[in-house]
């Protein structure tokens, strides 16, 4: 069964920067869409789309608050997708979650996904 292992988070100040990784396995990589969602803390949040990648790295898009900050890419040759966090504002913090899908259809949709990882805790401190 496939699985997804995020790593990479951390507490930090504004303005510093994280890389988050997420470890596909048991699965075949190379044929899935990746993306980043977040969630901030506190009752009633759900899950929102920050990045995703295509299948072969050229395709990408971001959530708009994200733009020239964050960095989504790709190394099929180690099954893993990353995030560059750049700039980190307080308001990025939040759960970070991986998530794989087949096709690039409806990709900021949570509710589209079958696979998640467990998330990584990125906070970041004013």
């Known amino acids: 069964q496939m699985q997804l292992v995020e790593s990479g988070g951390g507490t930090v100040s504004a303005g510093d920067s994280l890389r988050l990784s997420c470890l596909m396995s048991?699965?075949?990589?190379?044929?899935?869409?990746m993306t980043w969602f977040r969630q901030a803390p506190g009752p009633g949040t759900v899950r929102h789309f920050v990045?995703?990648?295509?299948?072969?790295?050229?395709?990408?898009d971001y959530l708009d608050s994200v733009k020239g900050r964050f960095t989504i890419s790709r190394d099929n040759t180690k099954d893993t997708v990353y995030l560059e966090l750049n700039n980190l504002k307080p308001e990025d913090t939040a759960v970070y979650y991986c998530?794989?899908?087949?096709?690039?259809?409806?990709?900021?949709?949570?509710?589209?996904?079958?696979?998640w990882g467990r998330g990584t805790q990125v906070t970041v401190s004013s």
């Open positions: 048991g699965g075949n990589f190379n044929e899935h869409i």
């Open positions: 990045a995703g990648i295509g299948r072969g790295g050229t395709i990408k």
């Open positions: 998530a794989a899908k087949s096709q690039w259809m409806r990709v900021k949709q949570p509710n589209e996904y079958s696979y």
